[in-house]
């Protein structure tokens, strides 16, 4: 039990997990997975989901949770040796999980099971594990089967790569900017860049590719030059567009590579493409489907998106004197025009959402919502900034989280939520397990002993992540492979997260989460009111912008000939979607982690359309609001009931029913973007 990787008696030892202790405690754990699986594949074993699970489902959920502790870190305290010992690891995990998914004598053995012995999840979770038999190649044989088999491998090793590289390209940029460079910058970013560059013994301020200093450099930086410079920097990282001594981080090759797999891996699964391999388990029913899904949204939105840009060129030339304005100079137009037409600034927001008061807010309309309570909890963490805590509801643990919010070295970007471990009955010990899960975002860090201010946009982040938490923590479902997050729909899995988005605009609840950095006073009613009127500023355009993101992954993974350079497919797409085209060296597939490294491959429409599913969920607590804008007990136990609760164990379209009373509807969307 010396080794941390291997006591699965309480929570991960974070603070104990050394590079060394890796190796040893996967490789004894994939031996007693093994183990369990040549014993629960003999022919006298019988075929009962209970008697599996004992054996089976408990060796493998030991292993996913030691190599996800692994994985974790990887992510989040990412050092040279760590990395090491994660990668030499990595093909003998990846190895087990394909083999496993791909056993015949288990496939066997899950068909064989009397699903009439079964209660309702369990009948589910054997439903998908058959499905997902067959996607994972258990019906091939011979070479073909190896040749599955060497695909995940391979496709493993460079989705690492992939996103090892995204991270070193933003990590290896800086550029140390004057006083002058400057101005315009908000200075508390201003402040942070100086201290950066004092720590380093330099002159001037430390500017970097990390999103709580590029963005709003981006934004208020009157300096059109020093836009240009990280612009330039920021969308050509990891590609063969960067600097002589940045070209290390390439991405073209992998990417190219992990296409030409997706695409191998589909025809050998009997499948025209990836995409249609990427939708049999989710909602949608075709490639095609979601093709004219997207293309139809986009229709929608142009009239919106042109009338966008038409403001912006006209704001630009009227009033910044910017006649031919460069794609560096839109987000620093937007923010002077929004100022202008609505009267305020995201800086001056900015001042009203301190870190700790956001969160006392969030956890606020969450206890109200769900009838639970969150509280501070202890646990061993892997660095200082991290916080624990617990939810309860009538005095019981309900779920545990983790939430880890600065940006920082070694910590990769973007904000996601992970699971340490999943709700099951324990078929070993007859015990409740609970959910635990990782809630983790890239937020700047307060400076100067101050508390770390958050733009609105960080807090619709927070309250995204932790809708997603919340699926995955409220859940009441025993049985782990169908339980939260688990087995829903990855098409439907953005509903609850979306959601939670909506009530960052609520009056009510921003009242409670706001508090002047120097005053403490809350937000006034006037500034509220006029980020409301702002709230559907550029809908059209930023709802293109999804689209085109989407649609290009879509036909990345149906129409694309993996042989081809794939930057003529972004720029059709661009040319059928965008009503802004970024430049010729512009390279934003490169660092595209989502369907290169991250699970959403032939899958990013999700986002667009699970808003739809999240818009009509929230339209229901709007019809039942009181008049002072108060919600509904009686409307949040019956989405918690009917979508959070349920989790995977039946159809989202199930639980969207259940809730609505009806299918969904893309009216509530138009409505809530202007769109209508």
């Given at each position: ?6 006591d699965?008696s ?6 104990r997990?050394t590079p060394?202790?890796?190796?040893p405690a ?10 369990a ?8 074993f019988?075929?009962?989901?209970q ?8 060796a493998?959920?030991k292993l996913?949770?030691?190599w996800?502790?692994v994985?974790h870190l990887?992510?989040v ?6 990395r ?10 990846t190895?087990?999980?394909?083999r496993?998914?791909?056993?015949e ?5 899950y ?5 009439q012995?079964?209660?309702t999840?369990?009948?589910q ?6 499905r ?7 019906e091939l044989?011979?070479?073909a089967?190896e ?5 995940q491998?391979r496709?493993a090793?460079l989705?690492q790569?992939?996103?090892?590289n ?10 140390y900017?004057s006083?002058?460079?400057l ?6 970013v ?7 560059a004092q720590?380093?013994?330099?002159d ?6 990390r999103m ?9 930086a ?9 612009y330039r ?11 002589a001594?940045?070209?290390k981080f390439d991405n ?11 695409q191998e ?8 493409n990836?995409?249609?391999?990427s939708?049999?388990?989710k ?7 979601v093709i004219t899904?997207l293309?139809?949204?986009a ?8 009338k966008d840009v038409a403001?912006?060129r ?6 910044l004197g910017l006649?031919d304005p460069?794609?560096w100079?839109?987000p620093?137009i937007?923010?002077r025009?929004?100022?202008a ?5 995201e ?7 301190l ?7 969030l956890?606020?309309?969450i206890e ?14 892997w660095?200082?900034?991290?916080e ?5 509801r009538?005095g ?6 983790y939430?880890?919010?600065?940006a920082r070295?070694?910590?990769r ?5 992970d699971?340490?471990r999943?709700?099951?009955l324990?078929?070993d010990t007859?015990?409740l397990?609970?959910?635990v899960?990782?809630l983790?975002?890239?937020?700047a ?16 982040t927070?309250?995204h992540?932790f809708?997603h938490?919340l699926?995955h ?9 169908v339980?939260g ?7 439907a899995?953005?509903?609850p997260s ?5 009530f960052?605009?609520?009056w ?14 809350p937000?006034p009613r006037?500034l509220y ?5 702002a709230?559907?500023f550029?809908?059209g355009?930023?709802?293109l ?6 649609l290009?992954d879509?036909l ?9 350079d794939f ?5 059709l797409?661009r ?9 010729a060296?512009s ?13 959403y491959?032939?899958?990013y ?12 969920a929230?339209a ?13 007990p009686?409307t ?5 009931e009917?979508?959070l ?8 379209m199930?639980?969207f029913?259940?809730?609505r ?6 009216d509530?969307l138009?409505r809530h973007?202007?769109?209508?």
């Open positions: 039990m010396s080794n941390p990787l291997l699965f309480d929570l991960p030892a974070f603070d997990i060394a202790d890796v190796a996967i490789d004894t754990l994939l031996e007693q997975a093994n183990a699986l040549e014993t629960i594949t003999a022919p006298d019988p075929a009962q989901w008697a599996m699970a004992q054996v089976l489902d408990v493998t959920e996913g949770r030691a996800g502790a994985n990887n992510s305290v990412d050092t040279p040796e760590l090491a010992a994660y990668n030499a690891v990595l093909p003998r995990v190895e087990f999980w394909t496993l998914g791909a056993d004598r288990m496939y066997a053995k068909k064989a099971i009397d699903v012995t079964l209660n999840e369990q009948r979770a054997v439903k998908n594990a058959v997902n038999f067959v996607l994972s190649g258990a044989t011979g070479p089967k040749r599955f088999a060497q695909i491998e496709q090793e989705q790569k992939f996103s090892e995204a991270l070193d390209a933003t990590d290896a940029y800086a550029y900017a006083a002058e460079d101005e315009g910058v908000p200075e508390d201003q402040h942070a860049a100086r201290a950066a720590a380093e013994g330099k001037g301020y430390k500017l970097t590719l709580p200093c590029y963005l709003p450099v981006m934004q208020f009157r300096s059109s030059t020093l836009r240009e410079k990280l920097a920021y969308v050509t990282r990891a590609s063969d567009q960067a600097p001594e940045a070209l073209t090759a992998f990417i190219r590579e992990i296409l030409a797999l997706r891996e589909a025809q050998l699964l009997g499948y025209p990836f995409g249609e391999v939708v049999v388990p909602m949608a029913q075709s490639a095609t489907e899904f293309r139809d949204l229709q929608r939105a142009r009239p919106y998106a042109e403001d912006l006209a704001f630009a030339a009227d009033h006649t460069q794609a100079d839109w620093y937007a923010e025009l929004k100022e037409r609505y009267a305020f600034s800086q001056e927001v900015r001042q009203y959402f870190a700790p008061k956001v969160l006392s807010g956890f606020k309309i109200n919502l769900f009838e639970v309570s969150i509280r501070p909890d202890k646990a061993p963490v660095h200082p900034a991290v624990f805590y617990r939810i309860e009538a019981q643990l309900v779920g545990q989280f939430l880890d919010m600065p070295t070694g910590k970007g973007g904000a996601w939520m699971d340490v999943t709700r099951w324990r078929p007859g015990q397990q609970t959910p899960a990782h983790v975002c890239n937020f860090e307060g400076v100067d002993g101050k508390p770390a201010l958050l733009t609105h946009d960080d807090v619709i927070l309250f992540e809708g938490g699926h923590m409220l859940t009441q479902v025993n049985e782990r492979d339980a997050i688990a087995g829903v729909e990855w098409d899995v953005e509903l979306q959601f939670m988005e909506n960052c605009w609520e009510n609840v921003l009242q409670h989460m706001t508090a002047h950095v120097e005053t403490g006073a937000l006037a009111d006029k980020m409301i009127a709230k559907n550029q809908s355009m930023q709802t912008r999804q689209i085109e993101f989407s290009f879509m990345l993974h149906t129409e694309h000939d993996p042989s081809q930057m003529p497919l972004l720029g797409v040319a059928e979607v965008a009503v802004l085209q970024p430049p060296f390279r934003t597939a490169h660092t595209f982690s989502h369907i290169f490294a991250g699970g491959a032939a899958g429409y999700s986002y667009k359309w699970a808003e739809v599913l999240s818009a009509d929230y229901a607590f709007e019809e039942t609001a009181s008049p002072d804008g108060a919600h509904s009686d949040g136990r019956r989405y918690r009917a979508i609760e349920a989790g995977g164990s039946r159809s989202a199930e639980s029913k259940a809730f009373g009806r299918e969904p509807s893309l509530a138009l973007q202007g769109m209508a």
